[in-house]
């Protein structure tokens, strides 16, 4: 009967494991990613078409890729709204909030508004939760 116990309990912890830890991990692994991008490509975000045509490439492309990212991560964690009711993960309205800017950072790399461009990149760390 312990061993049965047991070997259920273990099984429970590594689904659990699977299933739940390892896609807000991963979240949080995403959410790291864009914190960094966003301070690699501030020059980009902050001075739209004033870098050299293949950074500003490599920044459209990096962003949009984060974007796409963080809205596939968030799509796989499993009872979203009870993690996010508890805090361990924005709410959805925040990630659709992020995502949109990311996007729309990665459209205005190369001749957009560098106000607009600095509200969009301080959007996207207030809804994530990251620091400015």
Same mark, same amino acid.
Request: aromatic share 4%.
């Given at each position: ?37 966003? #301070?690699?490509?501030?020059? #980009? ?27 596939? #991560? ?20 925040? #990630? ?37």
């Amino acid at each position: 009967m312990e061993i049965g116990t047991a070997v259920f309990g273990g099984g429970l912890l590594y689904g659990s494991k699977k299933t739940v830890i390892d896609p807000i991990r991963e979240y949080r692994r995403i959410r790291k990613e864009i914190s960094k991008d966003l #301070v690699n490509y501030a020059n #980009v975000i902050s001075n739209p078409g004033s870098s050299k045509q293949d950074r500003i490439d490599e920044a459209r492309k990096i962003l949009r890729g984060d974007a796409s990212e963080l809205k596939s #991560v968030v799509d796989d964690i499993p009872m979203y709204d009870l993690w996010a009711a508890l805090r361990l993960v924005p709410s959805r309205g925040d #990630v659709e909030e992020a995502k949109k800017n990311l996007i729309s950072l990665s459209n205005s790399v190369d001749s957009g508004d560098p106000l607009r461009n600095h509200d969009m990149r301080k959007t996207v760390e207030s809804s994530l939760g990251l620091m400015g």
